[in-house]
Structure formats: structure tokens, C-alpha cells
């Protein structure tokens, strides 16, 4: 009786082993996974649940858009990690962005990526939406969608202010100019420069091409002296003239050589439905034109009207 019963013991042990061997395992879920698997899958929907717009801007970039240290943010911003609330920048973009949030209903959050990652779009949900004065081109449609322009500025050569040797644009052929590296002003030094409902000029050729990561550490080695590092910069003419402003031995070279439609942009491989929040942006845009709101923002930081062109703009051009 007893060895019957240790038998049936081990009997039953073994095929308690065997049950819990082929019972199908509980797989554990990353809370990351679950935060995405339950995420809307229309962008629009995201950013209004989560009541925050992301948007990627340039913190040194004046007057569209610069970091201002040591400002706290709000004790009850809903921007986390290295997202930064709107008090904690100054300038045309920024207030624009604002304004775009604030239509949507939400608060607005600031990244600041390097501008060629902006530009080649892929941006994986990092940031939902570029408002940093970015020109339509052709090439940049090619990952990019593209709202309403929110405003038009001439690109404009600079130079040392103590320079006789140049009378016009023409005259820098040859010569070392700076340029943000990855916008159309380097698109333009190089010959390669198209903008839809524009006919460019090229004036200048053979330039010697010294790229920077933004506009103003370019207009700073043109001030350390004429030719020191830099012959000429071609920027943004409220850029180069803003640098003036603020006491920059630079003067302005000449007209402008072109002019630029500046517009929000938005990821083409986004991993969310992005046409109800393009739709949203251009119509909050375009209500900030009919409005005053974009022309009171342009006369605050430019002291003139450089949204009309842009309110006049055929999106359909661009075959999105």
C-alpha cells in the first residue's frame, strides 16, 4: 500500500511537470509598447491627447527663435525631459508655434535638433511638427509635407563693415562665404537651389562654401575682421540686420537674391496618419493670416508686413 502510493506520487508529480511545461508562458509587455499599442494611430489625436505639440526650433536663431537662460518653466507644463515650454524662448517662430498650440488647444513644447536632422525628416515621433522658418524646396519635399507658409523673408549677402573691395553679390565669386549648413542658403552658394513660384538668379559662383550649424556663429567670424575667416555670410536679411542692430560690425551687400516661403513642415514617414493635423496646422495658419495675428507678429519682430506674399501662396502647388 505504501509503495502503490509513493508510485502514484511520482506518477502524478511528473505529470504535473509535464502540464506546466507546455502551459503557454505569459510574455511580459514594455510599458513602451503598451503607451504606443494604445496610442491613436491619427497624429492629430495624439497630440490632443496628450495636450502637448512638439515642435523642433532653432535655440539660436534671432529674432525667429533663442534660447532664454535661467527662466523656470510653469509649475504646470506638461513638457518633460529635454522639451522646453514657450516662456523659455524668444522670437517670431516661437510665437508662432505658440499661437498654432494654442488653436489646436493644447500647450506647446520645444525640441532643438540639429537642423540637418529637421531637414531629412525619419524624425521616428520625436517631434510632431518644424516651425523654424523652413523654405519649401523641392528637395525638401521629398520627406517633408509642407503647411500654408506663415511668412516670406529675403535672403541677403553680408559683409565686414570696414570692406571696400565689394560693391555688389556679383563681386563674391571666388570668395570664402559662410552658410547654414543644410539650408538653401548653401543650396544657393552651390547652384542647386529651387523654390516652387520662385525664379533664382544665381549671381555668385566658385564660392568657397564654410558651412555652420546655424546663421549667428557665421555672422560672428565674418565680425572678427574683414577676410579673418570669412569673406561674406548669406543668411535671413532680419537675421543679418538684427546682428547690426545688436551692434555687429557687419553692413549689408547689395539687394536680395532671392526670396523665401517659410512654412511649418511635417515627417512624410511619420508612423501616424498625419492628414487631419496637416489640415489643422494650415487652416490655424491661414486664420492667423485672415485674422492680423501673423501681420501683428511680423511688424513686432521685423517692423514690417512679411506675411501678405505668404497668406497668397497656392498650397496645390505642391502636390501634396
Known sequence: MRRHGIRILLLLTVLLLATACTAPVATPTATGATDSASAPADLLAQVQARGKLLVSTDPAYPPQSELVTGVEPPADTKCTGDERPANQFTGFDIDVAAEIAKRLGVEVCFVTPDWTLITAGGWAGRWDLSIGSMTITPERMENLYFTQPYYTTPAAFFVHESNTTFTQPSDLSGRKIGACTGCTYEAYLDGTLSIPGETIDFVVSDAEIVGYDTDVPALEDLALGDGVRLDAVLTALPTGLGYIADGGPLKQLGEPVYFEYLAG????????????????VTAAIQAMHADGTLLALSEQYYGADLTSAAAKFDLSLLNQ
Open 265 to 280: 513642415a511635417i515627417d512624410k514617414s511619420s508612423a501616424a496618419d498625419t492628414a487631419a493635423f496637416r489640415e489643422a
